[in-house]
């Protein structure tokens, strides 16, 4: 039997983080390793359990979930774990900073609990969790504050197609969307993201989308 998905949930609000362990020990696939409630104790407790996955709050005392982050995943780290960041949307203004961070994708409190464990098991398989219509909004809420990097978008070493599917996932839209908009099948696609990650060195969609408003590919 494949052996369950290891979890380590870090939340300072002490009722908020017991239905999110709650919610996911009662999971035959999923397994708690540990709770805690601010980042620094975090840190801690992933070079000592070794989780596969943090479901990580933003705002917490002694460290912060952003910068928690970018201890745990961010550029690097020679063993990063994934992370799941959870927040409360229209409070956060640092969700975009946390994915720049090496978050692997971050869902909203407010979201319903087959949705949480769904974003859970996602980002344990590699992959990123970024909902195309949450893309839009939180993107278009701060573009304008993304500080772009040095350099042009003529300095990328893609190819203009890939140029353009780089465009599109930044813009929000799922392998299938993209597929449907370049008339391409989305095995196509796939491969197209897939030599857009290489190329850059990047991990995911999420570092993808950071990467494309970072070089000004798209406002």
């Known amino acids: 039997m494949t052996a369950p998905v290891r979890v380590l949930v870090c939340d300072d609000q002490v009722l908020v983080r ?4 709650t919610i996911i020990d009662a999971q035959p696939d999923l397994e708690v ?29 002694v460290l912060d979930g952003i910068e928690a982050t970018r201890l745990l995943a961010g550029a690097g780290v020679p063993r990063p774990v994934k992370v799941l960041v959870v927040t409360t949307f229209n409070l956060d203004e640092y969700v975009y900073e946390a994915l720049r961070a090496g978050a692997s994708g971050f869902l ?5 609990p087959a949705q949480l464990l769904h974003g ?15 893309t839009r909004q939180l993107v278009g809420r701060y573009a304008a504050r993304i500080r772009p990097a040095e350099g042009s978008p003529d300095d990328t070493p893609l190819t203009p197609r890939e140029l353009q599917v780089l465009r599109l996932i930044a813009d929000g839209l799922s392998n299938s969307e993209i597929a449907a908009a370049l008339l391409l099948s989305q095995e196509t696609v796939k491969t197209f993201v897939s030599r857009i990650l290489t190329k850059l060195d990047l991990r995911d969609r999420v570092q993808a989308v950071v990467y494309a408003y970072r070089r000004g590919l798209v406002t």
């Open 108 to 112: 909203l409190k407010e979201a319903p």
């Open 18 to 21: 017991t239905g999110l362990v």
């Open 120 to 134: 859970i098991r996602t980002v344990a398989m590699g992959a990123a969790l970024l909902d195309p219509e949450v």
């Open 33 to 61: 390793a540990g709770e805690c409630g601010d980042g620094r104790t975090a840190v801690d407790l992933v070079g000592r359990l070794r989780p596969d996955v943090v479901v990580m709050d933003v705002r917490m005392p």
